[in-house]
């Protein structure tokens, strides 16, 4: 076996060798000697060849770099070296032939005994005793874990809260008043499933649920960074993942599309619109900076996302070293962003319904202005000085400088520089021509522009671009043509690369049993040999329904995640969910259907103590809706949400200084006008630097990284935002408008069916009788607070509207029960 001493003595040199490691690949990290991925306590990768020589070579130790080093005191650097005596130990290890033992610690790892990485088997459901409880299958899990427990399930709800549940879970809308009394009036065995259906197949199920996709997606409409420049074509990606779930793609071409649509065969503008998946990483366009760095940042941040949200596992944490906890290693985690260090950005056209047809005349009215002011010959030039600058650092600063704006600013404009203009998609080289003409003069000077007419030309172009028919473009990537290679960077240091690594997975994983592609890597997250997409995918769908997945941190399936509380459930539903075709609205219909699910919300004393968290599930969770939702609702029972689906973001009113905030006043917010002020949460412009307060206020998260399950949190804000916010005090006047009863009593009756569901208690009315004789006496002495409310000279009317806050306001209506 290794000399177990002698790798110790070597460790305690880890930081200072790795100088010397990035040159001679040898080293140590952590609890074996580790630099660049090469591993010595591994035999596969201990007699690997380094950039000077074998590491190991057994039986020859003479041949071997290992002994070279530390015999010549290179290693470990520093004043303490090995001495003659340890120097002939381990040259005498080798000279015997290096053994490593019967299994590689790679082959160890594959034998990982943590629950998670076990092949998913679906179990038979358990027998129980209160046989006539379960509905589904999902029930006899849940009741079999409470009576080990020695606990009762909670009773159903009643049918109005059921159905005020089953209409926020799967629209994230509350239900119509007439809705509600269709529901109570339908005495059919199957009502409830046909609400459901009819839920499912609403184009608003796919609304509400496309937003918990965008979460893990990190989407926004603006770049990141300070510069924080806006994102005009990032909503095409949002309609592409409500269409998808509107018509129940199953998960893993809803997978492979994102991942991989534009590897396809035949590959549709929508195919490669749902790679705006990888878009959403933050991009910096500053002026100066280091586009190396921040095209790394992005694949490693696209590693990240897709171990978090495919796998559930924390992967970013073996970008310097191995993961302290989980089987990643470092090598595991380069192969893996392999698959992503080849990716350009590349915006195609992706037509929408309204799109115009291209115009081959204007195209040609482009190419006739281009060549009227010698552009042809100027671009050549252009591209030939960018070029040189990018081969030949220190050539020209002021290039170089161009150079770079254009990886700045150009969506992956950069490589196709580097190709003829007969070589370069359509798209690009028309991205190509645009930024030519309005940045050729960060090459050229300001007279030799001027004999040329540029800034007539700049106008001409501009106003051309203007008559070019609407086509929408798409945020996608594609391969890059010069593809760089992948190294393992030594403490994640993009400026320290290691040794070269290959496309692969992790090796504590069933293989990749195809090509290394990302079409490849897509199949095999979603194949069943993969024991954690299906996994995480059913924990995440349950921890919306009852506020707490199976497993709790379902961000985290490793080794320092929570174990799940039903495992014998959670892999059922994984086993249903892939024997389905991946229909989530499979899933969903599972879930709601349920026993479990249909429990009152109500706390039980009996289990403050012994369950405060709901873990056994004895009850259904009590849940504050999300900060879409919030809006959503206010919107919709006042009568003023737009139901339009898709399209651009949307800028509603919100509190003057926000916008400004931003750097140098890049942030611009105008606000919408007309029906557009009133479209779903889903669709408002969400500017990463700046975001529209009311969300945050409601904890939505912030688009930087992905989140996989949101916080729920209780601040005076929330109350202030709710009670003066300009969308919250429209909804009231508009409510206050809606509710046209005859008296006081019949009035606050509609004004409860729009916001909580049902009819008020006698307490109820009588207390907001006494509030609303208060209102209209305060307001008959303030006429500028009653023309604020009403519009008009109207007390009652005002008052009216004090009122419609409070039902906007009511706890019940704030939440889910």
Not at 48 to 71: D, N, T
Not at 316 to 327: F, L, M, T, W
Not at 442 to 451: A, P, Q, S
Not at 536 to 546: G, K, S
């Amino acid at each position: 076996m290794f000399p177990a001493l002698l790798l110790l003595s070597l460790i305690d040199f880890a930081r200072d060798i790795e100088p010397i490691l990035s040159r001679n690949c040898l080293g140590c990290h952590g609890a074996a000697i580790q630099s660049s991925g090469l591993r010595l306590d591994r035999a596969a990768e201990a007699l690997k060849g380094g950039y000077s020589g074998p590491v190991l070579v057994p039986g020859k130790a003479s041949a071997s770099r290992l002994i070279e080093m530390v015999a010549a005191g290179k290693m470990p650097p520093g004043p303490k070296k090995l001495s003659p005596d340890e120097v002939a130990r381990l040259r005498a290890w080798v000279d015997e032939g290096p053994k490593w033992g019967t299994t590689t610690a790679n082959e160890q790892t594959n034998k990982s005994r943590h629950w998670a990485f076990q092949p998913v088997t679906k179990p038979a459901p358990p027998e129980v005793k209160l046989t006539r409880w379960p509905r589904t299958p999902i029930d006899r899990f849940v009741l079999a874990r409470l009576e080990r427990e020695g606990i009762a399930p909670s009773p159903e709800a009643s049918l109005r809260t059921v159905f005020r549940r089953l209409s926020l879970d799967l629209t994230g809308l509350p239900p119509k008043p007439a809705e509600t009394d269709a529901f109570l009036a339908d005495t059919r065995p199957d009502a409830y499933n046909r609400a459901v259906e009819r839920l499912l197949d609403s184009p608003q199920y796919a609304e509400k649920w496309a937003r918990h996709w965008l979460d893990l997606a990190r989407y926004a409409d603006s770049d990141g960074y300070e510069s924080d420049m806006e994102r005009p074509w990032a909503w095409r990606y949002r309609n592409w993942v409500i269409d998808a779930l509107r018509r129940d793609l199953p998960f893993d071409q809803f997978t492979i599309e994102q991942l991989a649509g534009d590897l396809l065969p035949g590959a549709a503008p929508d195919q490669r619109a749902a790679t705006g998946f990888y878009r959403n990483s933050l991009t910096n366009r500053e002026g100066g900076v280091d586009t190396e760095q921040f095209r790394v940042e992005q694949v490693l941040d696209r590693t990240n996302t897709l171990g978090m949200v495919w796998m559930g596992l924390s992967v970013g944490c073996a970008q310097c070293h191995d993961h302290k906890y989980d089987p990643t290693t470092q090598r595991d985690y380069y192969q893996l962003s392999a698959f992503f260090n080849t990716l350009v950005d590349h915006d195609v056209e992706a037509p929408v319904q309204g799109d115009a047809p291209r115009d081959p005349l204007h195209e040609q009215r482009r190419l006739q202005l281009f060549n009227q002011f010698c552009g042809p010959e100027l671009m050549k030039e252009w591209r030939a000085i960018l070029l040189k600058a990018a081969d030949e650092p220190g050539f020209n600063e002021k290039f170089q400088f161009a150079w770079k704006y254009v990886g700045n600013i150009g969506n992956g404009l950069q490589p196709a520089l580097r190709l003829e203009e007969h070589e370069r998609p359509y798209e690009q080289q028309q991205q190509l021509l645009d930024y030519f003409v309005n940045r050729a003069g960060d090459v050229f000077d300001k007279e030799r522009l001027g004999r040329l007419g540029w800034d007539q030309f700049k106008k001409q172009w501009a106003e051309l671009k203007k008559q070019a028919p609407k086509r929408t473009l798409a945020q996608t990537v594609r391969e890059n043509w010069f593809a760089p290679k992948t190294h393992i960077l030594l403490r994640g240091d993009f400026r320290s690369p290691g040794i070269e690594v290959a496309r692969n997975t992790p090796g504590f994983l069933p293989p990749l049993e195809e090509a290394p592609t990302r079409l490849g890597l897509a199949r095999w997250l979603v194949s069943k040999q993969n024991p954690l997409t299906a996994r995480v995918l059913v924990n995440r769908v349950w921890q919306e329904y009852f506020g707490r997945g199976l497993v709790r941190t379902s961000e985290d399936f490793g080794v320092m995640g929570e174990k799940p509380s039903h495992p014998e459930l959670l892999d059922w539903l994984a086993a249903d969910v892939q024997e389905n075709g991946w229909s989530l609205k499979h899933l969903h219909r599972l879930i709601v259907q349920s026993a479990v699910y249909r429990q009152s919300s109500a706390a039980r004393e009996e289990l403050r103590d012994r369950d405060p968290d709901n873990v056994f599930l004895a009850r259904q969770s009590r849940l504050r809706l999300s900060a879409e939702q919030v809006r959503d609702s206010a919107l919709a029972a006042s009568g003023l949400l737009n139901p339009v689906i898709g399209g651009p973001s949307v800028r509603p009113p919100q509190p003057k200084g926000v916008a400004e905030l931003g750097y140098a006043g890049n942030v611009k917010w105008p606000e919408s006008k007309g029906a557009d002020r009133y479209r779903r949460g889903l669709y408002i412009h969400f500017q990463r630097t700046t975001p529209y307060p009311q969300l945050m206020n409601f904890d939505a998260p912030d688009s930087i990284l992905s989140c996989s399950r949101r916080q729920r949190s209780n601040t005076p804000l929330q109350a202030l935002n709710l009670l003066n916010d300009p969308v919250f005090l429209e909804a009231a006047q508009a409510l206050s408008r809606r509710l046209n009863g005859s008296g006081f009593r019949e009035r606050v009756e509609q004004g409860y069916q729009w916001t909580v569901g049902r009819p008020p208690g006698d307490k109820e009315i009588d207390t907001l009788a006494r509030h609303y004789e208060r209102a209209v006496d305060s307001l008959r002495a303030n006429s500028k607070e009653t023309e604020f409310l009403a519009g008009r000279s109207d007390p009652e009317a005002a008052a009216w509207v004090v009122m419609s806050r409070v039902f906007l306001n009511l706890d019940e209506f704030l939440h889910r029960e």
